[in-house]
């Protein structure tokens, strides 16, 4: 490696947090301060902090739900419309074993004007 080009690490960086947790670890800095840390981030805690502005939370929230009750509704249309066909095929399942199929019989009809 050349000498004089690389920064100097220190191995006892004290890192804080604006939640007020500190730790040590290694880096090119001697103090690094940071917003959040794994101590405050909801990923790591399971809270949920939501920065609300203008209402934009609200509107997609309330967008999934519609949604959701949109799609549901068409889930129950589909089962509807499949319940009514399988009544329907039922039914002429039904019919068709009640009454006995007819023989086909041609009819032929003279007429005297057809001759000609």
Known sequence: MKKEIHPEFHT?????????ATFVVGS?????????????????????????TAGRVEKFK??????????????????????????????KVASTKKTPAKKATKKTTTNKDDKK
Not at 12 to 20: I, L, P
Not at 62 to 69: D, E, G, V
């Open 12 to 20: 006892d960086a004290k890192v804080t947090c604006s939640c007020g």
């Open 28 to 52: 090119t800095l001697p103090e690094i301060k940071v917003e959040i840390c794994s101590n405050c981030h909801p990923f790591y805690t399971g809270t949920e902090k939501i920065l609300d």
């Open 62 to 91: 309330a967008k999934t739900a519609k949604a959701k009750s949109l799609e549901e509704e068409e889930k129950k249309k589909k089962e509807k419309k499949q319940a009514k066909y399988k009544k329907q095929q039922e039914k």
